[in-house]
């Protein structure tokens, strides 16, 4: 692959103190944030685009609140102060989950601003607790604060942005992402996912509510689903209604536990799959005059398929962005 060139810049937002969030033996754990990571050095080296690795400035409590419940927030403050609890029987507080939830929150809404002010072309996030299934009252599925909502909110309380788009790839529905943004006509939520399969949600017929429906495009995947269903997923339906929705702002929720290596479902997605999506994401960034897609850590627990996944995600995306997509 030849590289995209010489103005693409790779912004990596990543801290070990988000490894203080843990739990013996569960998947959710301290190693998928350095091997998403390395993956973003790896697509950084492979490209030759200039590389730049800041640490997080923590999400303010008054961000966090433009989304999540001030209650809610007092428990998971509260609850890591007191040595950590379970939240449900899938997801966890130790005392470091407190810290580590603002910290994610905040290195996603500064891998957002850093594109939407031309800072960056790509950056990436890699971050744990996950977000996506975090609701304005509740934590669920490994996830504590909804990192991307929180990133949208604050793009729209600096004036940056109004129009967002979000990109779903995860295998599990992003249920917590589609309720807070259920009713928001300036938001497009798309998703592909395993259905049926955890949490449930993601059906077809979700397609938001009052004023804002049509702004949720759920495109559910059968078990056993692999590149090929992905790719048409995306290629031939989310992405066009992305470009006709005219974002002014692209921000993915990037799960890469669709991989076939991937232990806690059963897509058989390669990463040439999120290479090929992610040249034509691109190329819809490049049409509509962006300057460059932002990207956080959601699911994926195979640690060789993440790294993988996340660097061919960025070489796709650099390709698409630099109209190089048969590079």
């Not at 091997?35 to 200039?50: D, L, M």
């Not at 409590?61 to 950590?84: K, M, N, S, W």
């Not at 994401?281 to 850590?297: D, N, Q, S, Y």
Request: with cysteine; net charge negative; charged share 20%.
């Amino acid at each position: 692959m030849s590289p995209p060139g010489g103005a693409a810049r790779i912004l990596l937002v990543t801290d070990d103190a988000m490894d203080r969030h843990a739990a013996p033996g569960h998947p959710e754990r301290p190693a998928r944030r350095a091997a998403a990571a390395a993956g973003v050095e790896r697509a950084a080296a492979a490209t030759g685009a200039r590389f730049d690795r800041r640490g997080p400035m923590p999400a303010t409590i008054a961000q966090v609140q433009r989304i999540h419940a001030p209650a809610y927030l007092q428990l998971l403050a509260d609850e890591a102060a007191r040595g950590g609890a379970w939240l449900d029987g899938d997801t966890y507080l130790s005392p470091g989950s407190w810290d580590a939830a603002l910290l994610a929150a905040g290195a996603t809404v500064q891998v957002a601003e850093a594109v939407a002010r031309g800072e960056a072309t790509v950056a990436f996030a890699a971050v744990r607790p996950p977000g996506h299934h975090a609701a304005a009252g509740r934590g669920a599925g490994f996830c504590l604060i909804n990192n991307i909502a929180v990133a949208v909110a604050a793009l729209r309380a600096a004036g940056l942005v109004e129009r967002v788009a979000i990109v779903d790839w995860d295998v599990h529905h992003g249920d917590g992402t589609q309720a807070i943004f259920d009713a928001a006509p300036a938001l497009l939520y798309t998703s592909t996912h395993q259905f049926p399969f955890y949490p449930g949600t993601g059906a077809r017929s979700e397609q938001g509510s009052g004023g804002a429906r049509g702004t949720t495009l759920n495109r559910p995947l059968s078990a056993g689903s692999g590149d090929k269903e992905l790719i048409a997923a995306w290629v031939t339906e989310l992405l066009p209604a992305i470009e006709a929705f005219a974002p002014g702002a692209i921000l993915v929720s990037a799960g890469y536990d669709a991989h076939g290596d991937d232990p806690l479902a059963e897509l058989n997605v390669t990463e040439r799959a999120y290479r090929a999506v992610a040249v034509e994401l691109g190329a819809v960034a490049r049409r509509l005059g962006l300057p460059g897609v932002a990207l956080t850590l959601e699911g994926g627990y195979d640690l060789a398929a993440l790294e993988l996944s996340v660097a061919a995600t960025i070489e796709g995306l650099l390709a698409g962005l630099a109209g190089s997509e048969g590079s």
